[in-house]
C-alpha cells in the first residue's frame, strides 16, 4: 500500500486559507466527506480534535499527521493540506506548520499504522517535505509522492 495510492486527489489543497488547527481539521474532514470517503464529518472531526487535545500531531520541523479511526470513514484515506500561512499545531519544536497530511481510517482495519510510518520516513529521508512546498497542483503532489516512494524502493 503506497501513500500514492492512498492520498486522495480531490483532498489535496495547497495555500489553504486558514489561520488555525481547528478549522483546518474542519476543512480536511469536509473535503473527505465531499467525496464519500467519511460519512459523519463532526463525529470524525471530533475524532481528531479529541486525538489533537490528547497530545498534537505537530510532529515538529513544520509538519504535522492528525490521525483518527472512526466507523464513520469507510476507507484508509490520506488528505493533504498546506496551508496559505504556518499554523500553530502545538508542535514540540513550537514552529508554525506549513504541511499537513491527514490520515483518516475505519476502526476495523489494518494499515495505519503503516502509513503514519511511511509518510514519516518519506519525510525525513529526502526532498519531500521541500518539494511539496513548491507543488503547483494536486497532481503535482501526486507525481512528487510518488517519484519520492519510488526513491525509496531503489
Do not use: N, W
Not at 34 to 41: N, P, R
Not at 63 to 84: E, G, W
Not at 118 to 129: A, N, P
Amino acid at each position: 500500500m503506497s501513500l500514492k495510492e492512498l492520498i486522495r486527489k480531490d483532498c489535496i489543497e495547497l495555500d489553504t486559507p486558514v489561520e488555525e488547527k481547528r478549522e483546518l481539521i474542519r476543512r480536511m474532514v469536509t473535503k473527505l466527506a465531499q467525496t464519500g470517503i467519511v460519512t459523519d464529518a463532526e463525529g470524525v472531526t471530533g475524532a481528531l480534535l479529541e486525538r489533537e487535545r490528547v497530545m498534537s500531531t505537530g510532529i515538529g520541523g513544520g509538519v504535522a499527521i492528525p490521525h483518527a479511526q472512526s466507523p464513520s470513514v469507510k476507507a484508509l484515506a490520506v488528505s493533504l493540506s498546506r496551508p496559505r500561512q504556518g499554523i500553530d499545531f502545538e508542535s514540540l519544536d513550537e514552529k508554525p506548520v506549513q504541511l499537513v497530511f491527514m490520515i483518516v481510517g475505519p476502526e476495523e482495519r489494518g494499515g495505519f499504522i503503516r502509513i503514519l510510518a511511511r509518510i514519516s520516513r518519506l519525510l525525513y529521508s529526502g526532498g519531500l517535505q521541500a518539494r511539496l512546498l513548491e507543488a503547483r497542483t494536486p497532481d503535482d503532489v501526486i507525481t512528487i509522492v510518488g517519484e519520492e516512494e519510488e526513491r525509496l524502493r531503489t
